[in-house]
Each structure stands twice: as C-alpha cells, then as structure tokens.
C-alpha cells in the first residue's frame, strides 16, 4: 500500500498572519513560502503590471531591439528560427504576430524537423538562408550552436538567439544572445520558457518601436506564452505564474481559429479551458506534429487566420495525435512484452536498456515513461532514424540523475543531454552492443553518491484534511485563486477520512472510468471519479458500503456545460 503523509500542522505565528483564509489555503500558501497577507494577496491575486519584470533587465535586449528596428527599416528580409516543440512554435508565433501587427511582411519562419535534422540550428539550413536572408532569429534554440552561428556569420546573416537553455561552454557569436541563463545576465527571473523570452522581446520591441498600435496589444500573444509555459515544465513561480494566468485568461478568449477549432473538436468550451486541458488535450496535439509530421503545421494551426486552413489542420493534428497514441501503445505493449519474456535478466539490472531499429526515436520518450514509472527505475529506448542514426529516449521512475548516468557512460554516445527525470541520446553504432553493459556500470558509479535516503520513500504528501462538508463553492473559489497548477504549483490534494462509499461505477463507452459517490453531512451527494482506472488500481478497491479513506483533488467540472464540484480520485486507501 502507499503512503501518504500530512504536512504538519502550520507553526502558530502564520495561522495569525493568514487567518483571513480557510485553514487549507493557509498550509498550500504556507508550503509555497508565502507567509503574511501582503505576499498571499500577490500570490493569490497574480497582476500583469507589477508581476512582469521591465524586459531591458536582459543583458544585449537593447542591442537585439536595435538591430531588429534597422532591420525593419530597411526592409532586411528577417528569419524565425524556432524550435519545433510546444514552446518554440507558440514561441515562433508571438515573434510574428508581432510583426504581423506592426504590418512588416518581410518575414518567414523555419522550423526544423524533429527526425532529419533533430534540435536547434543546422549547418545545411543556415547555408540554404545565404543571400537571402539578413537576420536570423532563434527562439527556444541556438544557445549552444556556435559553429552554426558563425557560418550564418560568413554568410552576412546577422544572429539573435534567443533561449532558455542552459549555455555550453563556447558562447556563440551572435549579434546579441538573449537568455537569462547566461552570465553577465542580471535578468532577476532565470526560468522563463522560450516563449517566454520571445515575449519579453515583443514587449521590449513595443516600448521602443513607436508603432502605431493600440495600447496593450501585445497582450493577447500572452495565450502563447502561457500556452508554452504550461507545456514546457518550467516552475509555475515568480513570472511564469504571471504568464500562465494571463496566458490562460487570454486563451479563454482566443481569437485563433486554428484553437476554436481544435476545442470544438475535443468538446471544449474556451470559456472555460484549464491548464489540463491545455497539458493533456492541446499540447500533445502541438508536439505531434512534429512527431509524426510537419512541425510547421502546428505553427500554422496557432496563427493562421484562415478558416479553411484552420479546420484542416485541427482536424490534421487530431488525426496524427490519435495515429501517435496508436504507436505509443503499441510500442509499450511490445516493451512489455520483452520485459516479460526476459524478465530474469531485467529483474536483475538497475537500468532497463531496449531498443529495435524499427522503433521511431520520435515517440520513444512518451513509450519509456509509463514503463519507468511501472519499474521505478531508468528506463533507456533506442530506435533508428531515416536507416542510419540510432537515436533514443530516457525516462527515469526513481532519482538518480540520468544526465550524470549518460555523462558516466559518454564513450558510447554521439550525444546526449537532459535533466535528470528525462533525457535523449544517439549512440556510436559500433557500441550499440555494449550501451547496456555501460550504463548499468555508469549507474553503479552515480548511485553510489546518490543519497537515497533523502528520497521521500515512495511517499506523496497530502495537504490537508477535508471533510466532505467542506466541498462547497466557496472552498473552490478560493482554491482557484491558486492555480494554474503543475510544476512548481502541484495540484493540491486532501485526505477525506473515514467516508463510506455509497454507489461505486463505471462509465464511459468501455466503462473506462470510475465513478464513487458519497454523502456529506446534509445527505447531499458528493461524487468522486477517476478517469481511465480500473478498481484494482487503487491501494483498496472500491466497494458500496465500505468506509474508506479517499486521497483526491478537488476540481470543477464543465462537462456538458453543467458545473460541477467534485473530487478527482489519487487513491483510496
Ligand atoms: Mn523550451
């Protein structure tokens, strides 16, 4: 069974100071370092004038502006050079709506493809922009690309990178590098996502261009970067939780009719989006196009203003995110398979290694992950790319780093990068045979510094205890206030003990899901549910009558446009 442990209980001097809140909000304000009035009204009221830092705090942002405004002025044909992710493209279109805006025409946008030629800038495209192109924007990218940068250079290409990615050793010669990351940098706030530095540039361009535009327009590209920044698994503190709310705000208005499409698809009411639905519902379909297809159709979907264009490509990407989800299954159900087969071998290794060239490295991280998750430990897939690079995905279900595991066995890769929950890697062909062997050796040397009892044990924390009481209207409204959840920001989750189960069902087509309805105090029905789970996933199964203690989060549901206040089941124990 798993355990849940409650915070404990919030040191006296706080409860005073947030006495103005129910006592569930004091302890989630209290575990997010926020503990008087003054920093809980700014944390749970965010505001765009005072939350934004000005944007010419980023180290060369003047010299970048610059050159950007010279080259409006001379008409100087101007490149977008994004990444294909769901933070580059969105990234991507804040840079040219703008332009759009400012009705400069002189533009064009590349984006790289995910399989042929894989992240950030490439010697062959920059040489395809020779004599035609005179700036060069990265967004999301072009950080570590210092040979790259410097070829655009011979050609006569001016280059601002723009990124968020942590800078190599060698700092490309770039015209201006923007990237908080960078040394020198005083920029206070260093975890923007790319979009997010696309928007500072944006704002710093508006301040200085006089253009005449109305006040404030650049805040509806504010859909953009919150849209990323809840993609791109950056902590939902300081600016980005600026970004995120207004992002969203901003999303529940869209004008896009690439996004009205797309939710009207997934039965979504704009009115009210949630980051869910942008996480589970809007970006897989963005990052599917450059899994499965063409990254720039994405781009297209977010900023096209044609209606035609706009209903193929939603229906395009939901059809190739469904093909995707396909071969996501597929290929875990085939792992699955290996590691049953040769289950003696794998039970005895501390990282799982399989590949097979047919495998498409494109999806191999979203395959890898759920089996990580299963096996609690590293998790290397391999496959082959266009017949001759063997490329692959880590994910990791425990904590040993798995940047320091590749770093442990570098002989063996072309390259390799990541954090420490997830990573990518191509391998020397001839070691293809020894990669195992040299990570499990590599794994032995991390883990031996790796301080395992600091690891919470497999146990999650509960924020408070509620009774069923305390769902009510009034308790969600000021949960509200502390959302948009994910990273940084968990979704907070109770404990509501000793409730007995009053009907217990599944539901949906297949009856895939599960549904528990309890009675609060007043007889009224409180329901709980549980999407895609099966009564034997939880630590005790759910049964009418029995008396359980219910783990969930507290939600409001708009299916069918019928707001509801119910409870998402973690586990019931
Ligand atoms: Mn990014």
Redesign the pocket.
Known sequence: MKAYRLREALPEAIQDNLKQYPFFIQSLLYYRNIDTTDKAQEYLNPAYGTGMHDPYLMKDMDKAVTRILSAVKNNERILIYS?Y?A??IPAAVILYDFFKLIKYENVEVYIPHRHNEGFGLHLEAVDTFKDRIKLLITL?CGIVDYEEVKRAAEHGIDVIVTD??EPGEKIPQAHAIINAKQSGCEYPYKDL??SGVAFKLVQALIQKGNFEIKEGAEKWLLDMAGLATLS?MVPLQGENRVLAHYGLRVLRKTRRPGLLRMLQKLNINPAYLTEDDVGFMITPRINAASRMGIPLDAFHLLSTQDENQAEELATHLDKINNERKGLVAALVKEVKKILLEREDHFKTQPVIVIGNPDWRPAILGLAASPIAETYGKPVFLWGREDGKHIKGSCRTGNSVSLVKIMENAKQVFVEYGGHTKSGGFAVVPEKIHTLEDELVKAYATVSQDHDFSSDENGEDYVDAKLTLDDINQNNYSMLEKLAPFGKGNPKPVFMFENVQIQNARQFGKTGDHIELMFNNSNGRPVKAISFFAKPEDFSLEPKPGRVVNLVASFEKSYFRNRPELRLRIVDII
């Open positions: 990444d992710d933070d580059g999301d968020h990615h996502c790319g791109d």
